[in-house]
């Protein structure tokens, strides 16, 4: 079974148990994971479930798109490398995916 591992600003880390097909930030917000906001609801039109992903994952994860990478200049936290918008990640049959949550989101 897929497993997102959510950790918050603080360090805190929630383990959850997904479904393949759903993204990260529909998992998140329907398991109550703090600091995932999902103002637009996934439909790439806010930047409030910005998620930084472990480095070493990142190459397990599709490329982002255009569209992600535009709205991602537009967080309440600064973008880095590993940034990527929990709704454009689906989640995998075999994903065991670590994600952190910036300190905000709005």
Known sequence: MPTIHYTDYDGKTVDI???AGDSVMET???NGVPGIVA???GSLSC???HVF???DQLGNLPA???M???MLYGTSVDREENSRLSCQIKVTEDMDLNVTTPQTQT
Do not use: I, L
Request: net charge negative.
């Open 64 to 66: 982002m798109g255009e």
């Open 68 to 70: 992600e990478d535009e």
């Open 28 to 30: 998140a917000v329907r």
């Open 39 to 41: 103002e637009c609801g």
């Open 17 to 19: 148990n997904a479904k």
């Open 47 to 49: 930047a409030t479930c």
């Open 53 to 55: 992903v472990r480095e």
